[in-house]
């Protein structure tokens, strides 16, 4: 009876899917009896309400052209004070309430606004909606972080001018750099600047989990007072993801309603332990644990990346999920850069066209391989397929190619692969050499390696040399799990053959091949 074979890698349990449902989808279900509701409220209340906002603009505006005029926004800049200080706070925050009002909100507050000196940074969690700047409004109108282009905005633009915002520019390299200078320099003026004000999710979530904070708000290591925002509605018409109602259909559904609740939360300040001031992700962290709790949501560790492997997804005619892995947590794992996962995505989009739904079963995998299911295939497979349902999601993809093929596409394992193949050492692989020992590898006899040979040879010279094997298996982490089977057919073969007094000659003399398998071993998280 033949030896079986036992995975050299065991699953990873820590990588699994969280029990977090995607934080990225609005998934609000209209009824048609609400719907008709809402278009014989909205033929009365929208008409109206437009009005009134048009109206309130009408006055803002020019009260927000007189708070700025002649105050610069670059260069020395101060924070504003005497009259135009009074006016944002009071004037403007009075019309931001009125507007919000003309909306049809209706805005509960509860806890306490703590000073400037004793907080300088407002962190706001969830972030889901363009609706969330009523916080702004109540929290009267602290500074913020916008990007520069917001203030050539129509109107609006000469709003957040009055909040004297810290600018972001993508065209700037050093933007993000004077950013967090800005930050930090505000944070530890001690009062001289009003508090700033900002969302740490970096993006809009549907509020069902808090997902990773940005350390922003963090670096300075000064106090942070959470502010927590909800929608206690039955319908919910403001959440705004990636996937999910327009913001145009949001805003005629809002305003079609009767009203619209929010409640803005003040939690007591966090302020930072010494360890927490040397390390912005524990203070963020911990801010962000306390949140949850009082939210009594789950965290999570998605991020705005997971956001951009999304829309990455959509642009390949993936579903939108299929884009959907928890970066931070991969990546500090596995060491994963954005553009490798972009890459990635790429490569996963190849194999999941052909199949619907954005995953890939090992029928499609065969295919993409260029080789029939087999016990080796299955077993490679069942790696990749960490949950056991028999497909592959992105997720898995990554984790897979990551974890279990680019540890063989070592030079000195390539090295030792080519050399298998090349039997007649004469540094050269011909088709021959190379179809016999995938056959004995894979235990098929009628496997057909025209194609794949083809593909590595990129030459056409009839035969593939170590550079164009090595490019190949670089280029093409999946087969690299292929490539390499023949060796671990060998030390397997050799481990069953070997006796006990071998083994521990091999133990203590034969460090090289101890140090492979522990290799493996350390990327067991």
């Not at 606004?113 to 109540?138: M, N, R, W, Y």
């Not at 397929?385 to 897979?400: A, H, L, Q, S």
């Amino acid at each position: 009876m033949p030896p079986q074979r036992v995975s050299a890698l065991p699953r990873q349990q820590s990588l699994l899917l969280p029990a977090v449902i995607n934080p990225f989808v609005q998934d609000t279900k209209i009824s048609k009896t609400t719907l008709i509701k809402c278009v014989l409220l909205g033929i009365f209340l929208v008409p109206l309400r437009a009005v009134f906002m048009s109206l309130v603009l009408m006055v803002t505006w020019p009260v927000a052209a007189i708070i700025t005029f002649n105050h610069p926004l670059k260069g020395t800049v101060e924070p504003m004070t005497g009259w135009r200080r009074f006016m944002c706070r009071r004037v403007m925050a009075f019309l931001g309430r009125a507007y919000y009002f003309s909306m049809g909100f209706r805005v509960v507050v509860k806890g306490k606004q703590v000073k400037s000196s004793e907080a300088p940074i407002l962190a706001v969690a969830p972030h889901s909606t363009f609706f969330d700047g009523i916080v702004c409004i109540v929290a009267g109108l602290p500074s913020t972080v916008s990007r520069v282009e917001n203030l050539a905005t129509p109107i609006f633009g000469r709003f957040v001018r009055c909040l004297q915002p810290v600018l972001v520019s993508r065209k700037d390299p050093d933007s993000r750099k004077n950013t967090i200078q800005e930050i930090e320099s505000r944070a530890k003026s001690e009062g001289h600047w009003p508090q700033l004000l900002i969302f740490p999710e970096g993006t809009c979530t549907n509020r069902s989990c808090l997902i990773t904070f940005k350390q922003g708000a963090f670096i300075p290591g000064v106090p942070v007072q959470p502010i927590l925002i909800r929608y206690p509605n039955k319908l919910d018409t403001v959440t705004w993801t990636w996937q999910g109602f327009t913001s145009k259909t949001l805003l005629l559904l809002t305003l079609s309603q009767l009203y619209t609740t929010v409640e803005i939360e003040f939690l007591p300040a966090q302020v930072p332990t010494e360890e927490e001031k040397k390390s912005p992700t524990l203070f963020a962290s911990r801010v962000r644990e306390a949140m949850a709790k009082a939210l009594r949501v789950p965290v999570t560790d998605h991020t705005y990346e997971d956001c951009r492997l999304m829309i990455s997804a959509g642009d390949l005619t993936l579903p939108m999920e299929a884009g959907l892995v928890e970066f931070t947590k991969i990546s500090r794992k596995l060491n994963l850069k954005w553009d490798n996962v972009r890459k990635e995505l790429e490569g996963f989009a190849t194999i999941a066209s052909t199949c619907k739904g954005g995953r890939i079963t090992i029928e499609e995998f065969a295919k993409f391989l260029k080789i029939p299911v087999n016990p080796m295939l299955e077993e490679l497979f069942a790696l990749f397929d960490r949950n056991g349902d028999g497909t592959i999601d992105f997720r898995e993809y990554v984790i897979g190619v990551t974890i279990l093929c680019r540890p063989a596409n070592t030079e000195d394992v390539l090295q030792l692969a080519f050399k298998l193949f090349d039997t007649d050492e004469d540094e050269k692989i011909t088709h021959d050499e190379f179809t016999a020992l995938l056959r004995s590898a894979l235990g098929v006899s009628d496997l057909n390696m025209v194609k794949l040979f083809k593909e590595i040879d990129a030459d056409g010279s009839g035969f593939i040399t170590f550079s164009e094997f090595q490019a190949f298996a670089t280029t093409h982490p999946e087969y690299a799990k292929l490539f390499t089977t023949y060796l671990e057919l060998q030390r397997y073969q050799a481990i069953q053959e070997a006796d006990p007094g071998d083994l521990e000659l091999t133990g203590h003399n034969d460090p090289g091949e101890n140090d492979e398998d522990s290799t493996s071993d350390k990327k067991d998280d």
